[in-house]
């Protein structure tokens, strides 16, 4: 069967070229010596907001302060928004550098000049709409997995301290071939507040699920450091102070095509009232922490 990569959204501490297996959290430059951490003034900077947020009635209730850290606040979900994401298509691998430079004093993420994405556009939906509403009493929302494949929804739940993911299910369950994961405890996506330095980790398993119509059961590792603190260019806009989250990812599955574990590291790059504002995915068991060839990319864009 298809192996899955389950998780829908992503933290962090960079590791430098040449200094050693211990990283170093940086913000807005990269430490120079290995046992340097370096912080520096908050700059005066000017916040460009995407012009399709006046729109949306309810992001008004978020106002960012644009102080790189992200409260449980600054992170709503909405039944019924839309975002407008562009994506590279599947199999076609993209080149880009996830780990910024130090551009005019500012670490910078330059994301515009990515070729051949399309537009995918995602909306927040309500649990009890669906088939599998049932099974995940204390879900608040879902939202597609994968922008390849908006039918295979993630169920998440949100709450003060924590966005966690409960479970993974197919849109319908018509037919055979059909998705049911429930996992033995909320999957902690998200930790606020989010800043520099921030980490979590957490491994968990699930058992009689239904993965593409195959039973199956198996676990997931993830560890989460939040690296990095920046400038994010895309096409359409420009976003000061955003954070870096690393995701170290290992899946395992009981029945699984080719070999049943495989490692996969994502970065998330993350801003106020805004939440995922681009991702870059590894292949699977990749080496180099900061690769330069992602099996997926994805940013807010039209």
Same mark, same amino acid.
């Given at each position: !069967?298809?192996?899955?990569?389950?998780?829908? !959204?992503?933290?962090?501490?960079?590791?430098?070229?040449?200094?050693?297996?211990?990283?170093?959290?940086?913000?807005?430059?990269?430490?120079?010596?290995?046992?340097? +951490? =370096?912080?520096?003034?908050?700059?005066?900077?000017?916040?460009?907001? %995407?012009? #399709?947020?006046?729109?949306?009635? $309810?992001?008004?209730?978020?106002? %960012?302060?644009?102080?790189?850290?992200?409260?449980?606040?600054?992170?709503?979900? @909405?039944?019924?928004?839309?975002? $407008?994401?562009?994506?590279?298509?599947?199999?076609?691998?993209?080149?880009?550098?996830?780990?910024?430079?130090? #551009?005019?004093? *500012? #670490?910078?993420?330059?994301?515009?000049?990515? %070729?051949?994405?399309?537009?995918?556009?995602? +909306?927040?939906?309500?649990?009890?709409?669906?088939?599998?509403?049932?099974? @995940?009493?204390?879900?608040?929302?879902?939202?597609?997995?994968?922008?390849?494949?908006?039918?295979? &929804?993630?169920?998440?739940?949100?709450?003060?301290? +924590?966005?966690?993911?409960?479970?993974?299910?197919?849109?319908?369950?018509?037919?055979? =071939?059909?998705?049911?994961?429930?996992?033995?405890?909320?999957?902690?996506? @998200?930790? @606020?507040?989010?800043?520099?330095?921030?980490?979590?980790?957490? *491994?968990? $398993?699930?058992?009689?699920?239904? =993965?593409?119509?195959?039973?199956?059961?198996?676990?997931?590792?993830?560890?989460? =450091?939040?690296?990095?603190?920046? +400038?994010?260019?895309?096409?359409?806009?420009?976003?000061?102070?955003?954070?870096?989250?690393?995701?170290? &990812?290992?899946?395992?599955?009981?029945?699984?095509?080719? *070999?049943?574990?495989?490692?996969?590291?994502?970065?998330?790059?993350?801003?106020?009232? &805004?939440?995922?504002? /681009?991702?870059?995915?590894?292949?699977?068991?990749?080496?180099?922490?900061?690769?330069?060839? /992602?099996?997926?990319?994805?940013? &807010?864009?039209?």
């Amino acid at each position: !069967m298809k192996q899955l990569i389950l998780l829908p !959204m992503a933290l962090l501490v960079l590791s430098l070229p040449g200094c050693g297996d211990d990283p170093e959290v940086w913000v807005e430059k990269a430490c120079e010596e290995c046992d340097a +951490t =370096v912080y520096v003034d908050e700059p005066d900077v000017t916040y460009e907001a %995407p012009p #399709w947020i006046d729109q949306v009635d $309810s992001l008004r209730a978020c106002v %960012p302060n644009n102080d790189g850290r992200i409260d449980y606040e600054e992170m709503p979900v @909405f039944l019924g928004a839309a975002v $407008s994401y562009r994506v590279n298509a599947p199999g076609e691998g993209v080149e880009l550098d996830v780990s910024g430079k130090d #551009w005019a004093g *500012k #670490w910078t993420w330059d994301f515009r000049g990515i %070729p051949d994405t399309y537009p995918v556009n995602v +909306t927040v939906e309500d649990p009890a709409e669906f088939w599998f509403a049932d099974e @995940f009493p204390e879900a608040e929302s879902v939202s597609p997995v994968s922008l390849w494949d908006k039918n295979l &929804l993630g169920v998440y739940r949100h709450s003060k301290g +924590t966005t966690e993911l409960l479970g993974v299910a197919s849109r319908s369950r018509e037919g055979a =071939v059909y998705t049911l994961i429930r996992y033995d405890e909320p999957v902690r996506l @998200f930790e @606020f507040p989010i800043e520099v330095g921030s980490k979590w980790s957490q *491994k968990v $398993s699930f058992s009689n699920a239904v =993965v593409m119509g195959v039973q199956n059961a198996g676990s997931e590792t993830y560890s989460f =450091v939040v690296d990095g603190r920046g +400038t994010v260019l895309l096409p359409d806009f420009t976003l000061e102070n955003t954070l870096r989250i690393r995701l170290q &990812l290992k899946q395992t599955f009981v029945v699984a095509q080719g *070999k049943p574990t495989t490692d996969y590291i994502w970065y998330m790059y993350v801003h106020e009232c &805004l939440g995922e504002v /681009a991702r870059a995915v590894s292949g699977p068991d990749e080496l180099e922490k900061e690769f330069t060839r /992602a099996a997926e990319f994805r940013h &807010l864009g039209l």
